[in-house]
C-alpha cells in the first residue's frame, strides 16, 4: 500500500509537470488569461477618467490606440486557444491577421505617444517630453519580437516564447496605471517577473532554459535600465531629440 502510493506521487507530478503534462499544455494559454487580466486590472484604474468620461476631452485617436491594443490582447488570446485546441491550420491561417495588427500597433504606437505628449504639455500643462523614452522603446521592443516571431513561424518553440515576450512587453502600460508602481519605477520588474513564469515553465517541464529567454531577457532587462535613465535622467541630447520630435 505505501509503496504504491508513493508510486502515485510521481505520477500525479509527471502529469502537472512533465513533458505534455497540465503546465506544458496550457501554460501558454493561462498566460493569455493573465495577460487580459493584467491589462483589466491595470487600466480599470484609468479607462473611464482618462477615455470614457475625462474632465477634459481626449484626441479621438485614442480610441483607436486603445482598440488596436486591446485587440492584440484578444488576439493572442485566441491564438492560443487554438494552438490549444490543435487547429494549427486555423492559427496559422489568422496569424496573418496578426501581422497587419501589429504592424498597425506599432505605427498607433509611435503616433499617439507624440499626440499624447503634446496634448499633456498644451491642453493639461503637465510636460514631460523625456517620457517618449517609455512608449518609444515599447513599440521598438514589440516591433523586433514580433519580427522574429514571424521569421520563426515554422519553429513552434522559438515562435510561442517571442510572441510571450513581446505581448509582455506592452505590459508596463496596465501596470503603470497603478499609482505606487508608477511612482516608485516598478513596471518593468513587474513586466519582467511575469516573463520569468515562462523561465519557470522550461525549467520544469524541459529542465533547462530556452536559448530565447537566455539572450532576450537578459538583452530586455539591460534596456530597460537604459529606457528608465532616459527618462528619469532626462540627459541633454534626449530632451534636446525629443523637443525636436514634439515641436
Same mark, same amino acid.
Given at each position: 500500500?505505501?509503496?504504491?502510493?508513493?508510486?502515485?506521487?510521481?505520477?500525479?507530478?509527471?502529469?502537472?509537470?512533465?513533458?505534455?503534462?497540465?503546465?506544458?499544455?496550457?501554460?501558454?494559454?493561462?498566460?493569455?488569461?493573465?495577460?487580459?487580466?493584467?491589462?483589466?486590472?491595470?487600466?480599470?484604474?484609468?479607462?473611464?477618467?482618462?477615455?470614457?468620461?475625462?474632465?477634459?476631452? %481626449?484626441?479621438?485617436?485614442?480610441?483607436?490606440?486603445?482598440?488596436?491594443?486591446?485587440?492584440?490582447?484578444?488576439?493572442?488570446?485566441?491564438?492560443?486557444?487554438?494552438?490549444?485546441? %490543435?487547429?494549427?491550420?486555423?492559427?496559422?491561417?489568422?496569424?496573418?491577421?496578426?501581422?497587419?495588427?501589429?504592424?498597425?500597433?506599432?505605427?498607433?504606437?509611435?503616433?499617439?505617444?507624440?499626440?499624447?505628449?503634446?496634448?499633456?504639455?498644451?491642453?493639461?500643462?503637465?510636460?514631460?517630453?523625456?517620457?517618449?523614452?517609455?512608449?518609444?522603446?515599447?513599440m521598438?521592443?514589440?516591433?523586433?519580437?514580433?519580427?522574429?516571431?514571424i521569421?520563426?513561424r515554422?519553429?513552434?518553440?522559438?515562435? %510561442?516564447?517571442?510572441?510571450?515576450?513581446?505581448?509582455?512587453?506592452?505590459?508596463?502600460?496596465?501596470?503603470?496605471?497603478?499609482?505606487?508602481?508608477?511612482?516608485?519605477?516598478?513596471?518593468?520588474?513587474?513586466?519582467?517577473?511575469?516573463?520569468l513564469?515562462?523561465v519557470?515553465?522550461?525549467?520544469?517541464?524541459? %529542465?533547462?532554459?530556452?536559448?530565447?529567454?537566455?539572450?532576450?531577457?537578459?538583452?530586455?532587462?539591460?534596456?530597460?535600465?537604459g529606457?528608465?535613465?532616459?527618462?528619469?535622467?532626462?540627459?541633454?541630447?534626449?530632451?534636446?531629440?525629443?523637443?525636436?520630435?514634439?515641436?
Open positions: 500500500m505505501a509503496s504504491a502510493a508513493q508510486g502515485a506521487i510521481p505520477r500525479a507530478f509527471q502529469s502537472l509537470s512533465g513533458r505534455n503534462g497540465l503546465l506544458d499544455r496550457y501554460f501558454y494559454f493561462a498566460m493569455s488569461l493573465l495577460v487580459a487580466g493584467i491589462v483589466v486590472w491595470g487600466f480599470s484604474h484609468s479607462v473611464n477618467a482618462n477615455l470614457f468620461h475625462p474632465a477634459v476631452p %481626449r484626441p479621438f485617436l485614442l480610441w483607436f490606440h486603445a482598440a488596436a491594443f486591446s485587440g492584440w490582447v484578444a488576439f493572442y488570446m485566441f491564438q492560443s486557444a487554438l494552438v490549444r485546441t %490543435r487547429n494549427v491550420k486555423w492559427h496559422r491561417f489568422f496569424g496573418w491577421f496578426g501581422v497587419g495588427l501589429a504592424s498597425v500597433m506599432v505605427v498607433l504606437g509611435f503616433t499617439i505617444a507624440v499626440i499624447m505628449n503634446r496634448f499633456e504639455a498644451v491642453v493639461l500643462h503637465e510636460p514631460d517630453p523625456a517620457f517618449l523614452a517609455i512608449p518609444f522603446s515599447d521598438v521592443f514589440f516591433a523586433v519580437l514580433v519580427a522574429l516571431a521569421y520563426w515554422r519553429k513552434p518553440e522559438l515562435h %510561442r516564447r517571442l510572441l510571450f515576450i513581446a505581448t509582455c512587453a506592452l505590459l508596463d502600460a496596465p501596470f503603470a496605471r497603478i499609482s505606487y508602481i508608477f511612482n516608485n519605477n516598478l513596471f518593468y520588474p513587474c513586466i519582467d517577473a511575469v516573463m513564469l515562462g519557470v515553465r522550461d525549467l520544469v517541464v524541459n %529542465r533547462r532554459i530556452h536559448k530565447v529567454y537566455l539572450i532576450a531577457l537578459p538583452v530586455l532587462m539591460v534596456l530597460q535600465i529606457v528608465l535613465y532616459l527618462w528619469r535622467g532626462t540627459p541633454g541630447w534626449w530632451l534636446r531629440m525629443t523637443q525636436a520630435i514634439l515641436s
